[in-house]
């Protein structure tokens, strides 16, 4: 078994986006930390969802460095609450931080 800085190191280098991905600029490429992967796996929400929604948003927004929220009422049908995705935008990396279903706040 290998330690987990390694590990964790490789999954997130498995699972970068490229060039063929449509809706996101070319030279940017998607990271999901181990935490946003657990999230995930337990609300049962899809990657491809989040990799779409963040997608949309990157071609909105200038996609700088910083940190960023998204609160997306739009796949609320298929996870029953509005869905709430935290990034983090360094050079031309985006790592999601987290995933999951936003309970409380939203109107």
């Not at 049962?44 to 910083?66: M, S, T």
């Not at 049908?77 to 409380?104: C, E, W």
């Amino acid at each position: 078994m290998q330690p987990w800085g390694t590990e964790a190191k490789a999954i997130l280098e498995s699972t970068a986006m490229t060039a063929e991905d449509d809706y996101l600029p070319l030279e940017l490429t998607i990271r999901f930390s181990r935490h946003c992967r657990r999230r995930m796996q337990l609300y049962g929400i899809d990657e491809g969802d989040v990799r779409a929604l963040i997608g949309r948003y990157a071609q909105v927004k200038d996609p700088g460095p910083g940190n960023r929220e998204i609160v997306d009422k739009t796949l609320a049908q298929k996870y029953r609450y509005p869905l709430k995705i935290v990034y983090s935008v360094q050079a031309n990396v985006i790592t999601v931080v987290t995933a999951y279903p936003l309970r409380k706040g939203l109107d």
